[in-house]
């Protein structure tokens, strides 16, 4: 269990991983700003939101990411409870995942089955309030 503790960035590198790339949110935060997301139900005390972003590998088909997926669904495997958010990019082929875990085990457990159609960056996250955040450091910059 968490237990409310601060941890580091936990990043997944595979394939020689994304060293050297931007990320894609970085174009996205410039033009629009913050993105809020409000999570479909509450946070458990002890779990965690991981930000999961996949890209599909070259040669990497719909239809075959469509199968893993319902394949994985049906045996019960993707925890839809688990996740709250799922976002496609335009064009399809990458995106990313807000999912909740108290064990970064069963949080690879869960994407190991795709690891062979795309590559995954995943990184901690917590969501901010942005009132009690510019309080907090108006406070300590004080």
Not at 41 to 46: D, I, R, S, V, W
Not at 73 to 92: F, V
Not at 103 to 110: E, G, K, S
Not at 112 to 134: G, T, W
Request: net charge positive; charged share 20%; with cysteine.
């Amino acid at each position: 269990m968490w237990s409310g503790q601060r941890f580091p960035i936990a990043r997944r590198w595979l394939n020689g991983g994304t060293q050297g790339r931007r990320s894609f949110l970085a174009p996205l935060l410039q033009q629009f700003g913050p993105i809020t997301l409000e999570p479909k139900c509450p946070l458990k005390e002890g779990l965690m939101l991981f930000y999961c972003q996949f890209t599909w590998f070259p040669g990497t088909s719909r239809e075959q990411v469509a199968k893993r997926l319902v394949e994985q669904h049906d045996a019960g495997a993707n925890n839809p409870e688990r996740i709250k958010g799922w976002y496609n990019l335009a064009g399809g082929g990458a995106g990313f995942l807000i999912v909740d875990y108290d064990d970064i085990r069963q949080l690879t457990a869960f994407l190991q089955p795709y690891m062979d159609l795309m590559s995954f960056d995943v990184r901690a996250i917590n969501q901010l309030d942005y009132e009690h955040r510019v309080n907090e450091l108006r406070t300590s910059t004080s």
